[in-house]
């Protein structure tokens, strides 16, 4: 039952621009199930924001679950490990999904005794200074896996002078067919908000909001009926639409804060994370584990059985896709992530990373929706920037290759939401071009800087 003390909910601020996509998340209240242990996998040492991980093991030796196997090289950086325990029978490169290009990757073969480390420490995060829960979360290897992939470490790292006043909690998943996020807040609300009770103490915030869209009213009822009265973390139930879980976005909704794009939360006294990240973070501290799993969402028109699965980093698309009854017939598509911001992938043969939240799978009827034809110059991409930029301005300069006029369009303030493609009648892959021009423009800068 619906907790009558909890406090009057916060009103939201419209921010502007966005769509209403349909959700078709198909794998909606299913059950989060265990995917089976892999006979092999790919663990990348690059799955975060920043620098490689280094590798520390060789070809033939034998590991453990949890174990290190890639070492941070940088505060902006990351350590790695092992999802099984097995022998390293590779260390070469291999595509990586989220970023659409190759790292080097450790491939492990599967003992089957799926063995963890011994020296798995849990922690009473009471008694830990700021400083042991900032290094057990960066021993653990935990980045940002509602996004980019920035180390954790990094981000509750708060510079001299800085101050953080509110941590905000990102449990919107706004795109369609995503539901890992979800499944993991009815599953395991309270893990989530212990680590986030865990954030606000390494960060000194004296409040949280935890944002969740509207169109999932069982997560926010289980929310609200754990912290009750708690006057310091309250949940903030958000207008259904995308992009709500940009970080920008979700200050603007929550805190009606403004924040530039050539700023940070961070600036504004803001620390935003997701949920998952706060799960794994409660995970590491008190259980001792690293990040080696993560709950994915499996869906789309062309999978037989869409579900969500917790599964070990490094399993491949391949062996997740069979556990979901395979593709059905005409399959066009698999994506990394989903159809907005996904990265479309040549091979399934390519593993799950910290930051995939789902494998999208679609048919040639279903891809056939996006076939491109010419602009009708109808404006609906400038309506629905929620930076507001004109996209079709960028694609057009861009396309007729005049990049140095397309620059005086600001296309690298775009964060790639995908609004403008969605809502576009012509189908024009407008995110596509404008990462074109930001591309060449960001390596025009370097070089100007190399001079």
Not at 33 to 54: C, D, F, M, S
Not at 111 to 140: C, F, M, R, V, Y
Not at 210 to 216: D, S
Not at 424 to 441: E, G, M, Y
Request: hydrophobic share 40%.
């Amino acid at each position: 039952m619906k907790n009558k003390n909890f406090p009057t909910r916060i009103v939201i601020k419209e921010f502007h621009g966005g769509i209403h996509p349909k959700d078709e998340k198909l794998s909606a209240k299913k059950k989060i199930e265990n995917a089976e242990l892999p006979a092999k996998v790919i663990i990348p040492l690059h799955q975060h924001i920043g620098t490689p991980a280094r590798p520390i093991v060789e070809v033939g030796e034998e590991v453990k679950k949890g174990q290190k196997i890639g070492e941070a090289t940088g505060f902006i950086s990351a350590n790695v490990h092992s999802s099984i325990s097995g022998k390293i029978i590779s260390i070469s490169r291999n595509l990586y999904p989220a970023l659409g290009r190759t790292s080097d990757a450790v491939t492990i073969e599967s003992d089957g005794k799926d063995e963890w480390i011994e020296n798995i420490t849990p922690h009473n995060p009471e008694l830990l200074t700021d400083k042991q829960i900032i290094d057990i979360i960066s021993e653990a290897g935990i980045v940002g896996m509602g996004g980019a992939g920035f180390p954790t470490h990094a981000k509750l790292s708060i510079p001299e002078g800085k101050r953080i006043e509110t941590v905000l909690l990102n449990g919107a998943e706004c795109e369609p067919y995503v539901t890992a996020d979800h499944a993991l807040m009815l599953e395991e609300s309270e893990k989530i908000i212990d680590g986030l009770m865990i954030v606000m103490q390494v960060t000194k915030a004296k409040q949280a909001f935890i944002g969740i869209e509207k169109n999932k009213p069982d997560a926010i009822e289980i929310f609200e009926n754990i912290l009750g009265s708690d006057k310091n973390i309250k949940v903030a139930p958000l207008k259904v639409k995308y992009p709500q879980g940009w970080e920008n976005m979700l200050a603007k909704a929550i805190l009606h804060k403004e924040i530039p794009s050539n700023r940070l939360p961070l600036d504004f006294g803001v620390i935003i994370t997701n949920v998952s990240t706060a799960y794994a973070i409660s995970n590491a501290v008190r259980l001792g584990q690293p990040l080696i799993e993560r709950i994915i969402s499996v869906n789309g028109d062309g999978i037989v059985e869409p579900k969500n699965l917790r599964v070990r980093i490094g399993t491949l698309f391949s062996d997740i896709i069979r556990q979901c009854g395979d593709f059905k017939k005409e399959v066009a598509k698999v994506i990394a992530g989903g159809p907005m911001m996904g990265a479309s992938m040549s091979d399934i043969n390519v593993p799950i990373v910290k930051g995939t939240n789902n494998i999208l799978v679609l048919t040639k009827e279903k891809v056939k929706e996006y076939e491109q034809k010419p602009c009708i110059r109808c404006a609906r991409c400038i309506n629905v920037c929620p930076v507001g930029l004109m996209p079709r301005m960028i694609a057009l300069l861009t396309q007729k290759g005049m990049i140095k006029e397309a620059e005086k369009y600001f296309p690298l303030d775009c964060k790639e939401c995908g609004c403008c493609s969605y809502v576009c009648p012509s189908k024009i892959p407008l995110v596509q071009l404008i990462q074109f021009a930001k591309t060449d423009i960001i390596a025009k800068q370097k070089a100007e800087r190399a001079k």
